[in-house]
């Protein structure tokens, strides 16, 4: 099969090429540096540019797509905010619009979002695909990137499915990759509270589900990707403290927090407590449903 992928330069995306290649699929990677590709993700890796994805002659079997400029490492100011909705709302837009001028007509587009859908759930209910978002620019941003991929349907006739992701584990990048540095120096410690929850998934399992919603043709909609075990950021704390061996007595209060990252920093401060109840529905086994046993596998 030939899929096409966005971002599939990045911590997941990578992950996921290098899954499809072992099982002999061929790939190739929207990017804004095709140059760069192959030397990242080594040989037997094609790559385009965004607007020369309709000069693309081959089928397109399915497409992935999960480009979007980084959520928290910087403050959220006005022209920040811009570019997380460009790199991912039109990004999307003009991926599908590309996509119809090369007359493709991939079977299935799965596409990118977040648990940032839900926003800032203070309380410690379990959310899943139906619960009530609390209105914010993460959940403004997620569903309007949900309702770009959905355009999919309309004019490619592909099954879409959303991927509400929550915080990735895996070794080498994402979420951990920041946190670690001070818990290694014995420095770690719960976010303000420790109350917030935080749904979070090993990698590994992130590719899976990603490949079992590619292969399961009924699958379609909206999807939780998330471990179905969240923990509040007082019991992640513990744990990654204890996998790490290290104390994690200190606290990281809010208003520093707040300081550096400014409105971002609602993401580590407030959490949601997500369920991913339709992919467990679907049939989808966890290899990593534990944390602790996740952040062994990681560490
Ligand atoms: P990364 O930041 O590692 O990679 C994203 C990719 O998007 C990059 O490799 C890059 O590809 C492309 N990209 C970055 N900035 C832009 C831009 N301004 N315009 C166009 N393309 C851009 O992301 P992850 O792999 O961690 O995540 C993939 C998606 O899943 C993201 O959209 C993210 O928001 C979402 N997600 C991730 C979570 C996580 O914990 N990792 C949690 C929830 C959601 P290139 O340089 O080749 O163009």
Redesign the pocket.
């Known amino acids: 099969m030939h899929y096409l992928m966005?971002?599939?330069?990045?911590?997941?995306?990578?992950r996921l090429v290098h899954s499809l290649l072992e099982d002999n699929h061929k790939v190739t990677?929207?990017?804004?540096?095709?140059e760069?590709?192959m030397g990242?993700l080594g040989p037997g890796v094609n790559?385009v540019s965004?607007n020369d994805v309709n000069l693309i002659k081959e089928p397109i079997d399915g497409v992935i797509n999960?480009?979007?400029?980084?959520?928290v490492d910087k403050r959220w100011n006005a022209q920040r905010k811009k570019?997380l909705r460009?790199?991912?709302i039109d990004?999307t837009e003009q991926l599908i619009e590309q996509l119809v001028m090369a007359d493709a007509r991939p079977a299935f587009f799965i596409s990118?979002?977040?648990?940032?859908f839900y926003g800032s759930h203070e309380g410690g209910a379990p959310l899943n695909e139906k619960s009530n978002p609390v209105i914010g620019f993460t959940h403004d941003l997620c569903r309007d990137?949900e309702a770009a991929a959905l355009e999919a349907q309309k004019r490619l006739g592909s099954r879409v499915c959303l991927?509400?992701?929550?915080?990735?584990?895996?070794a080498g990048?994402?979420?951990l990759a920041k946190m670690l540095p001070p818990f290694k120096f014995g420095l770690g410690g719960a976010i303000g509270s420790g109350e917030q929850w935080m749904s979070w998934?090993h990698l590994e399992d992130?590719v899976a589900a990603i490949r079992f919603l590619m292969v399961h043709e009924t699958l379609v909609g909206v999807f939780n990707?998330t471990s179905p075990n969240a923990v509040t950021n007082k019991v992640f704390t513990k744990t990654l403290g204890a996998v790490l061996d290290k104390p994690t007595w200190l606290t990281v209060p809010e208003f520093m927090l707040s300081l550096m990252l400014g409105e971002a920093s609602e993401l580590l401060v407030k959490g949601q407590r997500v369920y991913p109840a339709c992919l467990l529905d679907a049939g989808f086994e966890f290899t990593y449903p534990g944390l602790e046993e996740a952040l062994h596998s990681v560490l």
């Open positions: 966005t971002g599939g330069t990045g911590f997941i995306g990578s990677v929207v990017s804004r540096s095709p760069k590709v990242l790559a965004l999960l480009a979007g400029e980084p959520i570019l460009e790199s991912r990004f990118g979002s977040a648990i940032g990137w991927l509400r992701t929550g915080v990735v584990l895996g990048g994402g979420a998934i992130e990707v």
